[in-house]
Structures are given as C-alpha cells and as structure tokens.
C-alpha cells in the first residue's frame, strides 16, 4: 500500500512520541517554514518528505 503524501497529527504525534496539542504546535511550525518557502499548506497536515527531512535526515521513514 502507498503512504499517504500528507500526515496528519496522530501519526505526528506517534511518531514523535508526543501529545496531540504538541504535535499540532510542530505541524503549525514546520508549515510555516513551508509557507515562507513559497508553498501551499494545509492546516493540520504536514507533508511527510518535508517532516522525515527535518527530523530524521539522514534516514528514510519507515
């Protein structure tokens, strides 16, 4: 099955081991990044190449 392009604040929230209000508060962050970058974003989504960068660099999402 094909990940989904975006992730949405549970998966942030798991995968960051973090609380829901926290992960919102990452995802509102990294989109703002995006937004200043030139690129659309949509509330409460993160794309998940741009969140898989900016937290795990070097490795690939799993």
Do not use: C, H, Q
Request: proline fraction near 2%.
């Amino acid at each position: 099955m094909k990940e989904k392009m975006f992730m949405r604040v549970d998966e942030v929230a798991e995968k960051m081991d973090v609380s829901k209000p926290y992960a919102y508060k990452i995802i509102k962050r990294l989109n703002e990044e995006l937004k200043k970058k030139g690129y659309i974003t949509i509330t409460g989504r993160i794309d998940r190449k741009y969140f898989y960068e900016k937290f795990y660099s070097s490795k690939t999402n799993e």
